[in-house]
């Protein structure tokens, strides 16, 4: 019996120790997507940050201006939601948690559709009867602009032809490699709400009546004349503006599922590396056990024969 626990032991060592160099593995990979995908991320938080600042400027001018992507609609009767998720697990709490905050702020709202960008979003959604008309499933781990602009056509035109009335964005922000923050941010209309959520995204950032009322008291201009008009602008602007906070999203929730992986694996093999060591020390006592017994049964067969 004892030799039948010492061979159990010994294959699972040898399990064990397969499953860490696969975790080694995983974890030596995930940090070489995460240093790419940050130095991404680093290169477009000023493009993005330029792109609400130009926004936030330009509404500060307009104030009162009726226009589809900046006027709320006077009933929302449906609500559209771009979920960014990854693909595969094995990244900690990283997909559920941003599930999680999507399907609560659904909760406040009467109906739900949900854009899925990552196959687990369009798994999640799917099982709980959401309506899902369209998902992305090629681009969650190296998202490019194409990518975000393809995202924002399709919601564009689903706004303007009023099968939603409202969307938002569902995203993890990256702080840090063991530190991600699942965010709410509001695309279209452009009103007060997705104006807030925008200014809440950076501390360098002000409020558009902010602006204007700086603009007035300072004297640095008049009100602005836009040519050839102020909708035309607007579609030029607003596009962009929507593009530049789609990318960035994706990139930093590229850069949040990374860093939980590369994080769920280190954890992963340190447990490993743990529980060999146990299994070892387990494997060592029951071989000195075997050997114990052995020992006795030869002294007790030779005080036998005397």
Request: proline share 4%; hydrophobic share 40%.
């Amino acid at each position: 019996m004892a030799g039948m626990g010492m061979r159990d032991i010994k294959r699972r060592i040898k399990s064990v120790g397969s499953t860490k160099q696969i975790t080694k593995a995983m974890e030596m990979v995930a940090s070489a997507k995460l240093r790419k995908t940050k130095a991404r991320l680093e290169e477009s938080r000023p493009f993005s940050l330029a792109w609400k600042r130009a926004l936030l400027s330009f509404l500060g001018d307009l104030q009162g201006v009726e226009h589809p992507m900046i006027t709320p609609r006077e009933k929302v009767r449906k609500s559209g939601y771009i979920v960014i998720t990854g693909n595969r697990g094995l990244c900690g709490g990283y997909n559920t948690n941003v599930m999680k905050a999507a399907l609560e702020h659904m909760k406040t709202k009467k109906a739900s559709c949900v854009v899925a960008v990552g196959q687990k979003a369009k798994d999640f959604f799917n099982r709980r009867g959401y309506d899902i008309p369209k998902a992305y499933l090629d681009f969650s781990e190296m998202p490019d602009f194409m990518d975000a602009k393809d995202i924002r056509r399709f919601c564009v035109e689903k706004y303007l032809n009023e099968e939603v009335d409202e969307v938002y964005l569902v995203y993890t922000q990256f702080v840090s490699t063991i530190s991600h923050k699942p965010q709410i941010v509001k695309l279209m209309p452009l009103d007060d709400e997705a104006v807030d959520s925008c200014v809440e995204s950076d501390e360098s950032l002000k409020h558009p009546k902010e602006l204007a009322e700086e603009a007035q008291k300072e004297k640095i201009h008049e009100k602005m004349n836009y040519e050839p008009n102020v909708p035309r602008v607007l579609n030029l602007v607003v596009p962009n503006y929507l593009d530049s906070l789609i990318l960035g999203g994706l990139l930093e929730s590229s850069a949040s599922e990374q860093g939980a992986r590369r994080v769920a694996m280190e954890n992963a093999t340190n447990n490993a590396e743990e529980m060999i060591e146990r299994l070892q020390l387990q494997y060592n006592r029951a071989r000195q056990a075997a050997i114990t017994q052995e020992i006795s049964e030869i002294v007790g067969g030779a005080e036998a024969l005397k």
